[in-house]
């Protein structure tokens, strides 16, 4: 049972654009938002995260805004530089070692 | 630069042959997870470990799979026997704790294909 799915597997957007990544959630006890980003043949590494006490995180061109309401979470990328063409994975946990993945996004950016 | 590694990065067998995966976790981390990633269902939790016992093994085929860590620099996976609907990536990750809070650091991988 996916509690984690990300709709989209791919997404391209033009350099200096923005790009938004989503990922909905099924399980209300999560309380701990994470994005992963993946390079071909290497491991995931993180990227930002946010806690359920708050809607909004940002950290450079980075911002990931949470809707508990909605279950839903999302990953904006501004402007999209072609270093950020990787998979994204969003994850989730109940406040403990266990992180619930989704089946990633692929983002091209193009030149 | 500390790093998690593993061993082999890729491994190609036949059905019905054992296989096994290492890695090296980060010096200081007590916390070992083995994940695998597949088109369909992304990154699954197989296997978790604090220091050095298993904790969580509920993602995996009790009976091909085990996982264990005979010491704080090593972890292994091991499929016995091994089937096609194995052939994946197997990712190992250390963290320092078991908080989610706290980052789950990932090796390279494992790129197993079963024929």
């Known amino acids: 049972d996916q509690q984690v799915k990300q709709n989209s597997p791919s997404l391209s957007v033009q350099e200096g654009r923005i790009s938004i990544l989503n990922c909905d959630y099924t399980n209300s006890m999560f309380d701990y938002f994470l994005w992963y980003k993946k390079y071909p043949a290497e491991g995931p590494t993180f990227l930002i995260s946010?806690?359920?006490?708050?809607d909004k995180n940002e950290d450079g061109r980075f911002t990931v805004f949470l809707n508990k309401s909605a279950k839903h979470l999302s990953l904006h990328i501004v402007p999209s530089q072609p270093g950020d063409s990787a998979v994204y994975f969003c994850?989730?946990?109940?406040?403990?070692?266990?992180?619930?993945f989704g089946a990633g996004t692929t983002v091209t950016v193009r030149a | 630069d500390a790093r998690v590694t593993q061993t082999p990065r890729h491994k190609v067998t036949e059905m019905g042959q054992e296989v096994t995966m290492r890695c090296q976790p980060i010096l200081g981390h007590n916390t070992v997870f083995w994940y695998r990633q597949t088109m369909m269902q992304g990154l699954e939790l197989l296997a978790y470990?604090?220091?050095?016992?298993?904790?969580?093994d509920s993602g995996m085929p009790k009976d091909r799979f085990s996982a264990e860590m005979p010491d704080a620099t090593l972890a292994t996976l091991k499929i016995q026997p091994s089937e096609p609907r194995d052939s994946a990536v197997y990712f190992c990750a250390s963290g320092r704790t078991s908080v989610s809070t706290d980052t789950q650091y990932f090796g390279p991988g494992t790129r197993l294909t079963v024929l």
């Open positions: 994850a989730a946990s109940v406040g403990d070692y266990k992180l619930s």
């Open positions: 946010i806690s359920s006490i708050k």
């Open positions: 470990f604090r220091n050095r016992a298993p904790l969580d």
